[in-house]
């Protein structure tokens, strides 16, 4: 039961909102007076379902202590996220009583700027609360182009590869990873897999991932992974695309679907033999079933 002194510690500031002002005098913080105000409902209960979900939440336990550590993936500016992750935050802390540290991620320079600010909340003469990000953008993490270095850390090297996907040294950079990756044992298929998946994702639509199709399809040809297996029959099926045009073959929309959308390597390897000499995409079709 809520006591008769917490009830007048809070409501005298009811009584007398003028009173803030006058008190915060005495903690060296100088409020105006109010000119207004308005009495708010206290219930902060969510009438409604408001989903609120964060990318990617791990509890850290280190020899001196635990953290939890949220992780953003940020795309570009957002007025709004300050408020949603210092809500994270402070929710975080209030549901698991461990202090929470917020790491956003961005693969554009300006929104790691962005990202990095101080966001200092409440009015200037004490903000209540201060949002301090860590930010990891294509400046804070390095290029790793050596097979070997690559080797050593493989994670690192796909964030590498995300976070540089738009800079000269992307190429470098799938190059080292995929030769760290073919070094890997039969045994770390799997783990080879969930990495060229990661990689795959964290490329995006960029000239780079057509470079990681040609890869996967050369150098990491021996991988039996689902993803593995698919960038290169979507990497084959670009090459016959590619061809057929540069011969002059007319492609209908039909075709250009037919073609991208076959998924059987043995089929598509079939159809580039024949796009070397075809004068029709009726003569790379002829018999097959893909």
């Avoid at 201060?130 to 400046?139: A, E, F, M, S, Y």
Wanted: with cysteine; net charge negative.
């Amino acid at each position: 039961m809520v006591s008769s002194s917490h009830e007048a510690l809070h409501r005298i500031f009811q009584k007398d909102p003028g009173l803030f002002a006058r008190a915060a005098r005495n903690l060296g913080v100088a409020f105006p007076p109010p000119l207004t105000t308005t009495e708010l409902s206290t219930d902060l209960t969510e009438t409604q379902p408001l989903e609120r979900r964060v990318d990617t939440l791990l509890r850290m336990d280190m020899e001196d202590g635990s953290f939890v550590l949220a992780v953003e993936s940020q795309g570009e500016p957002d007025p709004r996220k300050p408020a949603s992750w210092a809500y994270y935050l402070a929710h975080v802390y209030a549901k698991y009583r461990i202090p929470p540290v917020l790491l956003v991620v961005c693969a554009d320079r300006g929104t790691a700027e962005w990202a990095g600010r101080q966001v200092d909340i409440g009015p200037r003469q004490w903000p209540s609360l201060t949002l301090r990000p860590l930010v990891l953008g294509p400046d804070d993490v390095p290029v790793i182009a050596s097979p070997d270095e690559a080797a050593r850390d493989i994670p690192l090297t796909v964030l590498s590869a995300a976070l540089h996907r738009r800079d000269p040294d992307a190429d470098a950079i799938l190059n080292a990873l995929a030769k760290a990756l073919k070094g890997l044992s039969a045994d770390d298929e799997s783990t080879a897999g969930t990495f060229i998946e990661l990689t795959e994702q964290g490329l995006g639509k960029t000239p780079a991932a057509e470079i990681w199709r040609h890869l996967m399809a050369v150098d990491l040809s021996f991988f039996q992974s689902e993803t593995a297996q698919r960038l290169r029959a979507e990497g084959r099926a670009e090459d016959i695309l590619v061809l057929l045009s540069h011969r002059g073959v007319e492609v209908t929309d039909g075709d250009r679907d037919r073609i991208a959308d076959c998924g059987d390597p043995d089929v598509l390897s079939l159809w580039f033999t024949r796009a070397i000499t075809a004068t029709s995409a009726a003569e790379v079709f002829a018999d097959t079933t893909g």
